[in-house]
Structure formats: C-alpha cells, structure tokens
Nanobody, 115 residues
Framework: QVRVVESGGGLVQAGGSRRLSCAAS????????MYWYRQAPGKQRELVASITSGGTTNYVDSVKGRFTISRDNAKNMVYLQMNSLKPEDTAVYYC?????????WGQGTQVTVSS
C-alpha cells in the first residue's frame, strides 16, 4: 500500500509565498513522474506542474515564473514553491505520483490567497 500526504497549505496574502510538500510512503518500487494538481471551487481539476525522475519540469502557463516544482528522490518527496501568489491561485492542491504499476493521489491541501 502506498500513502501520499500533502502539507503546507493555508491562508496567504496576495503577493506572498507558500511551499507545499508531498510525501509518499509504503510499498514504493519506482516513482516516475510526480505532479501537482489543483481544483478551485466549481472548476475542474487542472495540472499545475510535473517533474520527471530526472528533474525535467513542466508548468501550466498561468504559474510559469511564479511556481517551482522540485523533488527529493531519496525521500520520495515532491515540493511546490509558490511565489507571487494571486487570489486566482486559491484551490485545493493535490499531489499525484506515478509509480511503476499505478498512480496514487493525496487527499489535498487547501491554499487560500486573500486579496
């Protein structure tokens, strides 16, 4: 069984920063991609950022230049550094890991950006 747990959410003022963490534990064989998604109220879940095991990253256009995804392969962790936050970044942020056999999701962490 694999467990994925996000942390670091909370309330932040517009222009501020927040760092999300995601820890994967359990019977992990090999993690390929790691992702951050988000879902705002009334909207579909969207992919925010991804990172390969080799460190190649991709971002949705709306966060480019503001968010940075990184990972620690030894600890099976992925991070999302969010800078210059905007009210439209308010959402539940989810971590997903792509292990060799299947994907695993965390329960999400709320990020609220006040104007």
């Amino acid at each position: 069984q694999v467990r994925v747990v996000e942390s670091g959410g909370g309330l932040v003022q517009a222009g501020g920063s927040r760092r999300l963490s995601c820890a994967a534990s359990g019977s992990i064989f090999s993690i390929n991609y790691m992702y951050w998604y988000r879902q705002a109220p009334g909207k579909q879940r969207e992919l925010v950022a991804s990172i390969t095991s080799g460190g190649t990253t991709n971002y949705v256009d709306s966060v480019k230049g503001r968010f940075t995804i990184s990972r620690d392969n030894a600890k099976n962790m992925v991070y999302l550094q969010m800078n210059s936050l905007k009210p439209e970044d308010t959402a539940v942020y989810y971590c997903k890991i792509s292990e060799i056999l299947r994907d695993y999701w965390g329960q999400g962490t709320q990020v609220t950006v006040s104007s």
